[in-house]
């Protein structure tokens, strides 16, 4: 018996003339996901990609895994691979299925002939295979609108393909479809969040952290790491750049009134994230702030953050409620690695009465002690480059 994964793009489909960019692409990241599993082969045709192992050593059940995870992907099944004749087509079916078909009630056949020179039509492929599958399973009973169970009997080009069901994929664009950003990353529950989401959108990631010992641990950046470690089951290897930001805290501490404590240092990192960025061709910066959420985070003070930067600013989760960005969250497992209590350095040095409604120019008086270049530069000089997989 001969099993494949057959993988349904979705979205890709609407795409014109770059569709086989964006196809090419995703094959791509599909092989890097698979590079551990066995050897296989990977083709395309007629909007499907077909996953074809060539020994029995493929790690099947990781591929499905390793798939569900691959952005660009909208759907994907194991299916049993047979002979374009009706003979194999009804042997096959009953035999394959034979587990999902022992534990349901009911069932629906859908054939789809993409091949119009197999003899037998649609309706005809769906019949036969019903009949087959209740000769062999007498207690099943066929419903049309309701079903346990859709089988789907597939003729294409090469072969027919026997499947029950199929698994939701990922979504989304294929990963370095829409260039490349870098997500600043801290400790807590959004950021990572952000990452996954603008990950989806098709973009390639990269990741700036800000780390302030003493004041922050060894085991926050671990976590830091940890966290990203997750994200990169969806989009691959993250460049991680993190950044000595003890520094320019403590000058903010001593230069500056202390309600502008956490502006001005959101400042100085979108200076520095901004520099890092543009040096590694990154076309913008992603944030996991979300509107109102803490004091940081009104318009003006977003308006205040934005001022210093000249490239985009993306902030995916700007309209989500915190109950939302746990939901994702939880979904892709990062939810309780973000609740360790490690604190990171957005936490470090905060102002007691934070200002809620800045202005540009009252920033600017505020941060006039800072020599500000200097800092910058020197925080760029000593940061140190990691590779997150």
């Known amino acids: 018996?001969?099993?494949?994964?057959?993988?349904?793009?979705?979205?890709?489909?609407?795409?014109?003339?770059?569709?086989s960019v964006f196809e090419d692409t995703l094959i791509k990241?599909?092989?890097?996901?698979?590079?551990?599993?066995?050897?296989?082969?990977?083709?395309?045709?007629?909007?499907?990609?077909?996953?074809?192992?060539e020994n029995d050593?493929?790690?099947?059940?990781?591929?499905?895994?390793?798939?569900?995870?691959?952005?660009?992907?909208?759907?994907?099944?194991?299916a049993r691979v047979c002979e374009k004749n009706m003979d194999d087509i009804l042997s096959a079916a009953?035999?394959?299925?034979?587990?999902?078909?022992?534990?349901?009630?009911?069932?629906?056949?859908?054939?789809?002939?993409?091949?119009?020179?197999?003899?037998?039509?649609?309706?005809?492929?769906?019949?036969?295979?019903?009949?087959?599958?209740?000769?062999?399973?007498?207690?099943?009973?066929?419903?049309?609108?309701?079903?346990?169970?859709?089988?789907?009997?597939?003729?294409?080009?090469?072969a027919a393909y026997?499947?029950?069901?199929?698994?939701?994929?990922?979504?989304?664009?294929?990963?370095?479809?829409?260039?490349?950003?870098?997500?600043?990353?801290?400790?807590?529950?959004?950021?990572?969040?952000?990452?996954?989401?603008?990950a989806k959108r098709g973009l390639k990631l990269d990741a700036i952290h800000f780390a302030s010992p003493p004041y922050t641990s060894p085991r926050a950046e671990q976590k830091v790491k940890t966290l990203l470690s997750k994200v990169s089951e969806y989009c691959g290897t993250i460049k991680l750049a993190?950044?000595?930001?003890?520094?320019?805290?403590?000058?903010i501490a001593a230069e500056c009134p202390e309600e502008y404590f956490t502006l001005i240092m959101r400042r100085m990192m979108m200076r520095i994230a901004e520099r890092i960025a543009v040096y590694h061709k990154c076309g913008a910066l992603i944030t996991g702030e979300s509107l109102g959420q803490v004091a940081s985070q009104t318009l003006p003070a977003i308006g205040v953050t934005d001022a210093v930067a000249?490239?985009?600013?993306?902030?995916?989760?700007?309209?989500?409620?915190?109950?939302?960005?746990?939901?994702?969250?939880?979904?892709?497992?990062?939810?309780?690695?973000s609740c360790l209590p490690y604190e990171d350095c957005c936490t470090v040095f905060t102002p007691k009465h934070p200002k809620t409604r800045p202005t540009v120019p009252l920033c600017e008086q505020a941060e006039a002690k800072l020599k500000v270049d200097e800092l910058v530069k020197r925080a760029i000089e000593n940061t140190e480059f990691t590779f997150i997989d």
């Open 310 to 337: 000249d490239i985009p600013i993306l902030r995916p989760l700007i309209g989500s409620d915190k109950e939302e960005i746990i939901k994702i969250s939880r979904k892709i497992d990062t939810f309780e690695t």
């Open 162 to 198: 026997i499947r029950a069901g199929q698994l939701h994929g990922a979504g989304g664009l294929p990963v370095g479809t829409a260039g490349k950003a870098a997500i600043l990353i801290s400790g807590g529950i959004d950021s990572p969040v952000a990452a996954w989401t603008m």
């Open 1 to 19: 018996m001969k099993e494949i994964i057959l993988i349904k793009n979705g979205e890709l489909a609407l795409k014109g003339l770059n569709r």
């Open 29 to 53: 990241n599909i092989k890097i996901a698979l590079k551990d599993l066995g050897d296989y082969t990977v083709r395309k045709a007629q909007s499907t990609i077909y996953i074809e192992p």
């Open 242 to 251: 993190i950044v000595p930001f003890t520094e320019i805290q403590e000058k």
């Open 94 to 158: 009953p035999e394959y299925l034979e587990e999902t078909l022992k534990s349901i009630k009911t069932f629906k056949v859908e054939a789809k002939r993409a091949d119009k020179r197999f003899p037998f039509t649609s309706p005809e492929i769906s019949a036969a295979v019903g009949g087959a599958i209740l000769s062999k399973f007498p207690h099943l009973k066929v419903d049309v609108h309701k079903p346990d169970e859709i089988i789907t009997v597939e003729v294409r080009d090469y």
């Open 57 to 78: 050593d493929f790690d099947f059940d990781g591929a499905l895994t390793a798939v569900s995870k691959v952005f660009g992907i909208a759907a994907f099944s194991r």
